[in-house]
């Protein structure tokens, strides 16, 4: 039987009161990445006004990881310091890389009713921490397998391709499973694989999973057992080989010392050029001041977080 590790969602409010609240499972205090992914936030579906005000995050600052946005439901306006503006929208995958230095804003359209998706991290390797600013955006098209229908995002599953680039190997894909549909999913042995429930009801290997919840399941897998419930389920499908650098993320920074996070910190408070500036963004806040660095050394994450 395949072992599966179910990490349990935690809520956490972005934006302070009347906050989207996320569910977030990485990172996690018995798990720190799945392959190179080291942050999965999911929310929604919720009603814009009524379960959470408009989204509008002002520009705020990235370094050592790459951003991806997927949506369900909804339409976000991203604009960034690489003079990139570009929507997200349910099926299309924005990929953002702030290596060395990136800032950018995100808005929901007055024309979105509610908010469901997930936000997505990719922590870079040590050989791409300088990584110039870089976007890409790529419609995956929707691909009938038996059982589902899948959006290959990042990656190679089951014959589909995307052509993003990214710094380690990485699988990222929707899948919507039929009602009581029962898949065995060929995947790569060397890739760690995660599954996030969406909507409906799942087993990975006969694990059952509750909404928001991620199955994890280590690399020597060469299969995924998935079971649907009777009304179908949407899933997230991650993957990676093991990312086997430490690395310290605090607030929207990624580094490998406190040195690093605390110089980013610095740098975005004195409105360095490291991080640019958005152009186009019109909100409350000009931009979103870090909060201090709490008063003991930060301390690298591991692959398991221990």
Known sequence: MTEVQVLAPREVPLGGLRALTVRRTLPHRDRSFIG??????????????????????????????????????????????GGVHEMVRPGEVNLMTGGSGICHSEVSTPSTSTLHGVQLWVALPSSALDAPRAFDHYAAPSVQVPGATMRVFLGSLLGSSSPVTTHTPLLGAELVLEP??????????????????????????????EV????CVDAGTSSLALTAGPSGARIILLGGPPFDEEIVMWWNFV???????????????????????VSGYVGERARIPAPELPGVR???????GR
């Not at 065995?184 to 059952?208: N, Q, R």
């Not at 930060?298 to 398991?304: N, S, T």
């Open 36 to 81: 190179a992914w080291c942050f999965v936030d999911h929310y929604g579906p919720a009603r814009v006004g009524v379960d959470s005000p408009p989204m509008d995050v002002a520009p705020h600052p990235h370094t050592g990881l790459q951003t991806v946005s997927w949506l369900f439901e909804g339409e976000i306006e991203h604009r960034d310091s």
């Open 180 to 209: 009581s549909a029962v898949l065995e999913v060929p995947v790569d042995s060397s890739f760690e694989h995660g599954v996030l429930l969406d909507t409906g009801s799942v087993s990975v290997s006969g694990v059952a999973l």
């Open 212 to 215: 928001g919840a991620l199955g």
């Open 255 to 277: 580094g490998r010392t406190h040195e690093d996070v605390a110089a980013a910190r610095a740098d975005w408070e004195a409105s360095s050029d490291r991080f640019g500036s």
């Open 298 to 304: 930060l301390k690298p994450r591991g692959r398991r």
